[in-house]
């Protein structure tokens, strides 16, 4: 399971402390290792970690979480999809955790409805078909198999690492500005990133890169931004 407590930024902890993240922090090996940020479990606060994990009401840096997860190379990942149910905390407890599914007034199962933007409503999360999630899900299916290189840090929770010559992720968990210019790994070009939109045909509905001859893109990302973290991939590019 990813470190929630370390995005949280809890007691010290910090995004920099992540570098290692896997068989460095002592995991088992990697194709071994099933990853997940949250289950239907302990987002429920059944099992280990408590009040530290993170889920799609914490979406922010939920999403966070899940990129970092699906743009690393460490083990077989596994993104959740959820409906809602009404928290109501009693001494620290959700005492509407046995919720199940929305339903009809005959008990059975509503169907899940979809968006036109393709998310889902009425009862129904569906973190799967959220769009950072679903365009982190590409990024992973293309750099499959490209090694973890080019990594960067501040020092504190501004991070970034590329996959090889396919993609480069860069986040922002500080309480202050990103702004650097960093060795992507990539080819040249111009690329759209598919956290803030995606490439549909030859247009970016996001915000775009431009990495230059050498590879090196420059990057500006507001602590304020309300998904604080870029990815490119070499299909992204336009």
Not at 26 to 49: C, E, I, L, T
Request: net charge negative; proline share 3%.
């Amino acid at each position: 399971q990813v470190e929630w407590s370390v995005l949280r930024k809890w007691n010290g902890e910090k995004m920099v402390y992540l570098k290692n993240w896997g068989e460095g922090w002592g995991f088992m090996p990697s194709d071994r290792a099933v990853v997940f940020v949250d289950n239907h479990d302990n987002q429920r606060g059944h099992g280990a970690g408590g009040a530290s994990i993170l889920t799609f009401f914490d979406a922010r840096l939920y999403k966070m979480g899940v990129g970092f997860m699906l743009a690393h190379p460490y083990g077989f990942t596994r993104v959740m999809s959820s409906f809602s149910w009404p928290r109501n905390f009693v001494n620290g407890k959700d005492v509407n955790d046995w919720i199940g599914p929305p339903s009809n007034a005959d008990g059975s199962t509503m169907s899940v409805t979809i968006n036109a933007d393709t998310t889902c409503s009425n009862g129904w999360v569906c973190e799967h078909r959220w769009r950072q999630i679903r365009n982190m899900v590409g990024f992973r299916n293309v750099v499959d198999g490209e090694p973890f290189i080019n990594w960067w840090d501040n020092g504190s929770n501004q991070i970034a690492f590329g996959r090889g010559n396919k993609g480069f992720i860069i986040f922002n968990n500080d309480d202050w500005n990103l702004d650097v210019t960093l060795k992507t790994g990539l080819p040249g070009g111009t690329y759209c990133d598919i956290i803030s939109g995606q490439k549909e045909n030859d247009y970016c509905t996001g915000e775009k890169i431009q990495v230059g001859s050498d590879g090196s893109a420059h990057f500006q990302i507001s602590n304020t931004k309300e998904d604080p973290f870029v990815a490119i991939h070499i299909d992204s590019k336009l």
